[in-house]
């Protein structure tokens, strides 16, 4: 099984969904996390920063971003290819 990407996300996120949506369009397995109720705020700021906002993606130990910067992880690794906007 490959290894599942981890989002930090809110409900209400619109780029949460996009890249939910880009995951489950391609078969990429993922865990969601909420701000809120599976992480405090405090615990996911003390991980991405003071001023960090969702959505924020890591991969195995590696921090990958935002969903922009998820996007481009994805085609740079051959895991996605085409358009995505």
Request: hydrophobic share 30%.
């Amino acid at each position: 099984m490959s290894t599942p990407f981890k989002v930090y996300s809110t409900p209400s996120c619109p780029y949460c969904k996009k890249i939910k949506t880009v995951f489950l369009m391609t078969g990429q397995p993922f865990i969601e996390y909420y701000v809120g109720t599976h992480i405090t705020k405090q615990e996911f700021f003390a991980q991405f920063g003071e001023n960090a906002s969702v959505p924020q993606i890591t991969y195995g130990d590696k921090y990958i971003g935002g969903c922009s910067d998820t996007i481009v992880f994805l085609k740079e690794n051959n895991m996605i290819n085409g358009k995505t906007n």
